[in-house]
């Protein structure tokens, strides 16, 4: 744990305990379809040929690979070290009975879905699901920073480059219709950052996964300006930037002992502190126009949020209170002008929507998580947003993300 009271993402994961590999799930039955449905959050598998061939000559011999070991596990190797294929990605591939499934998994073992794009584009038809944006896995870090961590500085921007190039040549390419590019970025230098976006926007990327706390990485705070480049740059090109919880890789654990039980239902909680943080830190002010999505960070929370500010504004002592007067807008207006909110879950919440902007609000599938609603996602989908009128069933389950992330909806979405 760190010295922040906070749990890792590693730490969590071996929380939950591995067991032996569960048999793989059949194919579900396809899903009768009644809603239209882009999901803001889902997650992949980088396949074994993530990297092959993208890098420059001179990386082949270290470029990242998969190895196995005389037991036959997979292993992703990264400059020497070996960070073990397990169950906790592909978690959909397996019956929920058999969950949580933590150990050793190979490619062969796991649902072909989680890797091969043709297979995930089939598994979101079993569910009705027109068009995902999907972030990477726990192994590469859901902003990406396991690049950042590479001894050789210039092997790990190579090797985040080609990463970007698979998710548009091999992820999105095959399937531009069905899946929405969302790249990484360079986060030791926000100079490069900047640039790689510039990049993959002229290339059709629309989204950016960034960390909710770069600080929690040991990188310069949202608060210091160090990455009003990357931001301008977002905010030119109209790239979305994904703040998906666990990118700071910490989450909440109250106790030194809190069991996962305890630690899985905070996480909403590092939406809210991020959320706080980013429009404190006038980021909204300085880039009016950048948009910020909250993945995975849940809606319930946003009228308590709104009310908790508007009360407090002007009352607590605030080193911007000059600026917001000139800025011509409270905080709680820039945190709904300027953020998305997105959930898998959130019955009560959805039946709230009128105390928030429901143009913010847009829904996930979470696959292959064990929060995922897949195969499902129709009828849980359509479950928690009955009783809401038609108009803002359309925005929240589709409209609103084909318009943030200017993907235009899939001539294949309901019957």
């Not at 091999?170 to 790689?196: F, K």
């Not at 666990?246 to 654990?253: A, E, K, N």
Request: one cysteine or more; a negative charge.
């Amino acid at each position: 744990m760190t010295d922040r009271g906070v749990l890792s993402v590693q730490e969590m994961v071996a929380m939950v305990g591995s067991r032996p590999l569960p048999p793989l799930r059949p194919d579900p039955e396809p899903r009768p379809r009644s809603l239209t449905i882009i999901s803001a959050d889902d997650h992949l598998v980088e396949p074994p040929d993530t990297f092959a061939g993208r890098l420059p000559h001179r990386y082949s011999e270290v470029a990242p690979r998969i190895v196995e070991d005389d037991a036959g596990h997979q292993y992703w190797d990264f400059e020497g070290e070996r960070v073990l294929v397990n169950g906790s990605d592909a978690l959909m591939s397996w019956e929920r009975e058999h969950l949580p499934y933590n150990g050793p998994v190979r490619f062969d073992q796991m649902r072909p879905g989680m890797w091969d794009v043709d297979a995930r584009v089939h598994d979101m038809d079993l569910a009705g699901v027109a068009a995902s944006l999907c972030f990477p896995s726990m192994i590469f870090g859901f902003a990406g920073q396991r690049f950042m961590r590479f001894a050789d500085r210039e092997l790990g921007h190579a090797s985040m480059r080609a990463y970007n190039d698979w998710i548009a040549e091999g992820w999105v390419g095959p399937h531009p219709e069905r899946l929405i590019g969302c790249q990484i970025t360079w986060l030791l230098d926000s100079e490069l950052a900047a640039n790689e976006i510039r990049r993959n926007a002229a290339r059709g990327f629309k989204a950016v996964a960034f960390s909710e706390n770069p600080e929690k990485l040991g990188l310069p705070s949202i608060y210091s300006g160090y990455w009003d480049p990357l931001f301008a740059a977002c905010e030119e090109t109209e790239t979305v930037v994904n703040l998906h919880i666990g990118s700071s890789s910490t989450t909440i654990q109250p106790s030194s002992d809190s069991p996962l039980e305890v630690i899985a239902k905070l996480f909403t909680l590092n939406a809210i502190m991020a959320a706080l943080d980013w429009v404190y830190a006038m980021i909204p002010v300085k880039f009016p126009r950048l948009q910020i999505a909250m993945s995975e960070g849940g809606i319930a929370w946003v009228p308590w949020l709104i009310d908790r500010i508007d009360y407090q504004h002007g009352r607590v002592a605030g080193r911007d209170r000059d600026a917001w007067r000139d800025a011509g807008l409270t905080p709680s207006e820039a945190l709904l002008r300027n953020f998305h909110f997105t959930s898998f879950y959130d019955p009560k919440g959805w039946q709230m929507w009128e105390m928030m902007d429901p143009s913010k609000l847009m829904v996930e599938v979470d696959y292959p998580h064990s929060d995922s609603n897949w195969p499902d996602s129709q009828q849980q989908t359509a479950a928690q947003l009955a009783g809401l009128p038609e108009h803002v069933v359309r925005m929240v389950t589709h409209e609103n993300a084909s318009r943030t992330y200017r993907h235009p909806v899939p001539a294949v979405t309901t019957p």
